[in-house]
């Protein structure tokens, strides 16, 4: 298509001499599995996030499912989190013989509602997975106070929102373990698949890491059932690379965002995204909604021009069919599904192409 929904290539080369020399560096150790770079990775990104420990994976949906695991999260325990978000949300619960339940979003935030909580408690509840949905935090303050009058453990999903903040901290240090993925299209993006845990806590630190290495301590000496999720050696090293210019690359995500809010915001029938008082937004994706059963037909004019945007999420969690129950209904998830189309946007976007865009989304409209 003519405008992607991202383009990575000027990042790569305005960055190009350091990732090769990342890549000569760990092609001449001759270490390529949990390296000298995977270790200084995870320190500079606890000391990013300001907790004390982040252990690497190979993926965000593994950093979940170990996550969930390593605070003590059983087959047949209930999770309250969102029906509108990536599969591997709920997925990861699945994995691990515990059930998903979900609870409506906040249609401003399209993040998970803390005032729903409530009613889906039962005694089987042992965790939350609040979702920072396109780089807007979730409201962690109330959700973390109800996890903790109901003695629930808080599994951050981070996996879109690397370098947000809730009242000024970072999210994935407000709960008591968190989840990113480091998959390309990230804010923090890998040259291939990758993930991070973080936590304070040092007993789930260390089952974290026994259970990316196949549930041993040293090897060869297995006390538990684990995983083979490691991250590669290389991904650090390219990672570190671009851990440096994250909170840069944030900020321009986000004046892009602010632009395209300023061509958006008068046009009938669309809704741009808010940003909370509480939250510095990150802008993984732009996503706007278009009312009245028009954003199929929007999307359509779009592509025909040759501007790609994309549904994030078209169908509901619990609208899948391993999730399906007919009974149960979530408004503003459901709501947000028909109408949701994220926009293309990355840190060096040109004015003149997101002008285009929106021109491209009022003709559509007309």
Request: glycine share 8%.
């Amino acid at each position: 298509m003519r405008i992607p929904i991202l383009d990575l290539r000027e990042e790569i080369q305005a960055h190009r001499q350091e990732f090769l020399g990342a890549f000569e560096s760990v092609l001449d150790s001759g270490q390529f599995i949990l390296g000298p770079n995977v270790g200084a990775l995870e320190k500079e990104f606890a000391s990013y996030l300001g907790v004390k420990h982040a252990i690497a994976c190979n993926s965000g949906t593994d950093a979940l499912i170990i996550g969930l695991r390593a605070l003590g999260v059983q087959p047949g325990d209930e999770v309250l989190t969102t029906p509108f978000s990536f599969f591997a949300t709920a997925e990861a619960v699945s994995l691990i013989g515990a059930v998903p339940v979900f609870a409506d979003i906040e249609p401003e935030s399209f993040n998970l509602d803390p005032q729903q909580l409530e009613k889906y408690l039962t005694p089987k509840t042992k965790a939350l997975i609040p979702v920072h949905l396109f780089g807007h935090s979730a409201d962690m303050r109330p959700i973390s106070d109800f996890a903790k009058r109901h003695g629930l453990k808080v599994l951050e999903d981070v996996a879109q929102a690397t370098g947000a903040e809730y009242k000024g901290q970072k999210v994935g240090a407000l709960g008591d373990l968190s989840a990113f993925s480091f998959f390309p299209t990230k804010n923090l993006g890998a040259f291939g698949d990758g993930g991070m845990m973080a936590t304070d806590d040092d007993s789930a630190a260390e089952l974290c890491r026994m259970l990316r290495m196949h549930g041993s301590r040293r090897r060869y000496y297995n006390e538990m059932i684990g995983y083979n999720s490691r991250l590669d050696e290389m991904q650090a090293a390219f990672l570190r690379v671009k851990l440096k210019y994250l909170d840069k690359a944030n900020e321009d995500r986000r004046q892009a965002a602010a632009r395209y809010r300023e061509v958006l915001q008068d046009i009938p029938g669309v809704t741009v995204p808010s940003e909370a008082s509480y939250t510095k937004h990150v802008y993984h994706q732009y996503t706007i909604r278009i009312s009245e059963g028009r954003r199929d037909r929007v999307q359509e004019k779009l592509q025909a021009q040759g501007i790609t945007t994309m549904l994030y999420y078209p169908v509901p969690l619990h609208r899948l069919p391993m999730y399906d129950v007919p009974s149960r209904s979530f408004e503003q998830a459901e709501k947000a599904a028909g109408e949701v189309m994220s926009l293309p946007l990355w840190p060096t976007i040109d004015p003149h192409t997101q002008l285009e865009i929106a021109s491209a989304i009022r003709t559509a409209l007309q």
